[in-house]
T-cell receptor, first 113, second 111 residues
């Protein structure tokens, strides 16, 4: 789905380092989401935002932070407090409310150096 | 909050056979049930969805059924082909709450 762009595709984090994953959409969607996917597991919600300047914690928000300063952008920062950050991170967007199809980006694979 | 369980976790079928994946949900307020297909290393893509005012929906070889009373819904793929091999996720959502996903089913279609 070309409407959502995640970058970078691969990212490596050093111990004690914060890293930021980018997510941009041009679908004019109000809602945006961040999910974490571990091998062989489903999608676990980290944070979501239904409107600019507002966001809510998901099930596994500890060690992560987000911002939503623009409708098109919802960056995710993986902080040094996240002790097991190695995973595949997916960003998604949808029109409000939540019972609408979500469109996903291609994901960012984060690994520890 | 919503809890979605999905079974089986892996499923292997012969090409041409049917495949069925089942999900249950806990929140009776859930009214939207999408199914996503994810190929290895790629993004999940919506393949079919159903809303709570409908019991069944079909799109070519794919169909989804919903039983609101029992709080379960299923994905049916007929005449499976090798390109159907992927991980399939079910999800449940409400108007006011975020969507919850099942753990996924890895489907393998053997030629």
């Amino acid at each position: 789905d070309g409407g959502i762009t995640q970058s970078p595709k691969y990212l490596f984090r050093k111990e004690g380092q914060n890293v930021t994953l980018s997510c941009e959409q041009n679908l004019n969607h109000d809602a945006m989401y961040w999910y974490r996917q571990d091998p062989g597991q489903g999608l676990r919600l980290i944070y979501y935002s239904q409107i600019v300047n507002d966001f809510q914690k998901g099930d596994i928000a500890e060690g992560y932070s987000v911002s939503r300063e623009k409708k098109e952008s919802f960056p995710l920062t993986v902080t040094s407090a996240q002790k097991n950050p190695t995973a595949f991170y997916l960003c998604a967007s949808s029109i409000k409310p939540s019972n609408q199809p979500q469109h996903f980006g291609d994901g960012t694979r984060l690994s520890i150096l | 909050g919503e809890n979605v369980e999905q079974h089986p976790s892996t499923l292997s079928v012969q090409e041409g056979d049917s495949a069925v994946i089942k999900c249950t949900y806990s929140d009776s307020a859930s009214n939207y049930f999408p199914w996503y297909k994810q190929e290895l290393g790629k993004r999940p893509q919506l393949i079919i969805d159903i809303r709570s005012n409908v019991g069944e929906k079909k799109d070519q070889r794919i169909a989804v059924t919903l039983n609101k009373t029992a709080k379960h819904f299923s994905l049916h793929i007929t005449e499976t082909q090798p390109e159907d091999s992927a991980v399939y996720f079910c999800a449940a959502g409400t108007r006011n709450n975020d969507m919850r996903f099942g753990a996924g089913t890895r489907l393998t279609v053997k030629p």
